[in-house]
């Protein structure tokens, strides 16, 4: 941060992003938060933690449960959206590492919330992709 430009007369303040980057950004972090993780609320975040281990016997079954703990999660805590459609796509992705010159296969989850934002009624969707395995994004 550049401080001394932020105490410099005439500046106009910190840059802002619209309400629909903020809620984007938001998701994202409750999907790559794990229950437990955030000191000051223990439950913040999203059980999809849970399954990031998991074997995956049965697609739908799996792919029903990410579905409902993305619900749950930003049902909990995104209060500036509403009726929240998250669909998941798992599928295989070929990792290659170029330092260790390996390849590693690993489970891609595609996911893509639609909702509604209140404030504005707009119907909007976002898209994530992560890695199981452990989990992380893209």
Request: charged share 30%; net charge negative; aromatic share 12%.
């Amino acid at each position: 941060m550049d401080f001394v430009r932020i105490f410099e007369p005439g500046h106009q303040g910190l840059g802002t992003c619209s309400e629909k980057e903020s809620i984007d950004h938001h998701l994202e972090l409750i999907m790559t938060t794990a229950p437990g993780e955030h000191k000051f609320d223990p439950e913040y975040g999203c059980k999809i933690w849970d399954l990031d281990f998991e074997k995956v016997v049965s697609k739908s079954r799996w792919e029903n449960l990410y579905i409902k703990y993305i619900t749950e999660a930003i049902n909990k805590y995104e209060p500036r959206v509403t009726d929240v459609e998250p669909k998941v796509f798992l599928s295989d992705a070929r990792i290659e590492n170029r330092f260790s010159n390996s390849v590693s296969i690993r489970n891609k989850i595609d996911v893509h919330i639609d909702l509604t934002i209140v404030s504005t009624k707009v119907r909007c969707c976002y898209y994530y992709t992560l890695y199981l395995g452990p989990l992380s994004s893209d």
